[in-house]
């Protein structure tokens, strides 16, 4: 497992000391952020869906929760099984919708 190290501390007790190591830092910083907002992007557009009452309107939005879903699992964001449990839970949503 790998353990968090925060390289943007004061401490300096982690700090990178080569500049390759400085590099790969400042990029998981950044990937980190992109990662985070699309895996929020996709939770709200879950917690919308979830929140929909009308067959219609939820039909039109599975497919592409669908897609998100699986862009976070092609991506390493969520593992692949994860997506399939929220994919299988939000279908089993849609159908039991009147």
Do not use: P, W
Request: contains cysteine.
């Amino acid at each position: 497992m790998h353990s968090k190290i925060n390289f943007c501390s004061t401490d300096n007790k982690h700090m990178a000391n080569t500049k390759n190591a400085k590099k790969a830092a400042r990029q998981a910083v950044k990937r980190r952020l992109h990662n985070r907002y699309y895996a929020k992007t996709t939770r709200n557009a879950i917690r919308v869906f979830r929140a929909t009452d009308a067959k219609g309107e939820a039909s039109g939005m599975i497919n592409k929760l669908a897609s998100m879903i699986d862009k976070l699992a092609k991506r390493n964001i969520i593992h692949d099984n994860k997506a399939s449990n929220l994919k299988s839970k939000l279908m089993k949503r849609l159908n039991s919708l009147n």
